[in-house]
């Protein structure tokens, strides 16, 4: 059953109350880095993903966690050019699909051609889609079926593990 954004934002919320810090309704708590060697174009060791990225970076791109709501500044970046990984640099948002979503992170309703990858997450309970970075495999957040025309989908993405660069 499809969760609206209202109800993950209502379970954010609930989470957040309850103390559990690093969970919002875009992502989840950090568990353990994910390990898929051989998977992707750019790879690195635990140890190299930690001297490359900021500890924030790190938690969200190798770890999973997401950053607290509001708290980037790509959230309320408005200028034209593009949205990098954190991780490689791959161009993965353009300023033409970003759109204000009201829940605290960064959004878009597309990604750019061949960008991103897509997995099934069913942690919190419920059944959610993963989106990282096609090169890295860096975790990215997650999207949604809730977002404007033309797709009709949210990509909600944790402005730690984005670069924005101006066109």
């Not at 900021?54 to 500044?73: D, I, K, M």
């Not at 990858?117 to 860096?138: A, K, Q």
């Amino acid at each position: 059953m499809p969760l609206s954004r209202r109800t993950l934002l209502g379970l954010g919320g609930a989470l957040v109350a309850a103390g559990l810090s690093g969970v919002g309704a875009c992502g989840r708590a950090a568990p353990a880095p994910v390990a898929r060697r051989g998977t992707f174009e750019v790879e690195h060791d635990d140890d190299q993903w930690r001297r490359l990225l900021a500890p924030a970076q790190y938690n969200v791109l190798r770890g999973h966690g997401t950053e607290r709501a509001f708290s980037s500044p790509l959230n309320g970046e408005h200028r034209r050019g593009t949205f990098h990984c954190a991780g490689c640099a791959l161009a993965l948002f353009s300023s033409a699909a970003k759109f204000d979503s009201g829940t605290g992170w960064p959004s878009f309703w597309a990604p750019l051609h061949g960008a991103v990858g897509e997995m099934r997450d069913s942690t919190l309970g419920m059944l959610r889609v993963e989106v990282h970075c096609r090169r890295c495999g860096g975790h990215l957040g997650h999207v949604f079926d809730d977002g404007p025309r033309p797709t009709g989908l949210r990509y909600c993405i944790n402005g730690v593990a984005l670069d924005f660069i101006a066109a």
